[in-house]
């Protein structure tokens, strides 16, 4: 049974660019989050997608933008990066209809930004 | 908003020593409890986690009891091995709303041999 899955492991882009970040789920849960963790810092909450919708916003600007497909995989893209975006960016995955509320994460992917 | 707190690290313990990790939260309700560990260069493992006042988590030797009256999520295990040595974060999740969990700021324990 694999688990939550990342692509790519690290990544350097130079400010003012874009990035798109890819997460395929566990086997069996359909909700996607994405978090942020800068170094030193817990996660912070980006958004969430069931349904390939977008469920619930964190604190963070209109440059951060996700989706989800069908097969209840997701993708993250950033615009016009920051030297302030660079952190590792966790994608955990869920099942809505348990109500333990268990997120399993991936391994993340390192951003980069210079 | 909600909110989780942490004792300030980082931690360093013998081998064998006893080990707490102070979690307090801030939130509506009764929300869900949950400590994850972060090996390192690695994502985050749920460690073990609560749902209710008084049910106690427990994995691998460690234990955190949710405790309303105190608003508390303590990580206590009797006795850490070198492998326990890992950033520790308590998280909750919320009554409203997605499921979107909410962090403590982490706390780095060392173990040394």
């Known amino acids: 049974d694999a688990g939550v899955t990342q692509s790519p492991t690290h990544l350097i882009k130079t400010r003012g660019q874009q990035v798109t970040l890819r997460c395929s789920p566990k086997?069996?849960?359909?909700?996607v989050s994405w978090y942020q963790q800068a170094l030193g810092q817990g996660p912070q909450f980006i958004f969430q997608?069931?349904?390939?919708?977008?469920?619930q916003r964190g604190n963070f600007p209109d440059r951060f933008s996700g989706h989800q497909f069908p097969n209840y995989s997701s993708e993250l893209n950033v615009n016009a990066l920051l030297l302030g975006d660079s952190a590792l960016y966790l994608c955990a995955s869920s099942l809505v209809s348990l109500s333990s509320y268990e997120q399993y994460f991936g391994p993340g992917t390192r951003l980069t930004v210079t | 908003g909600d909110s989780v707190t942490q004792m300030e690290g980082p931690v360093t313990l013998s081998e064998e020593a006893f080990l707490t990790i102070n979690c307090t939260y801030t939130a509506t309700g009764y929300p869900s409890l949950f400590w994850y560990v972060q090996y390192p260069g690695e994502g985050l493992q749920l460690l073990l986690k609560?749902?209710?006042?008084?049910d106690k988590g427990s994995n691998k030797g460690f234990e955190a009891t949710y405790r309303k009256e105190t608003t508390s999520f303590h990580l206590e295990k009797g006795s850490v091995q070198v492998s326990d040595s890992a950033v520790y974060f308590c998280?909750?999740?919320?009554?409203?709303?997605?499921?979107?969990?909410?962090f403590g700021q982490g706390t780095r324990l060392t173990i040394n041999p």
């Open positions: 998280a909750l999740v919320g009554v409203q709303g997605a499921q979107k969990l909410v």
């Open positions: 997608y069931y349904e390939e919708e977008e469920r």
């Open positions: 609560a749902t209710k006042a008084d």
């Open positions: 086997s069996g849960h359909d909700t």
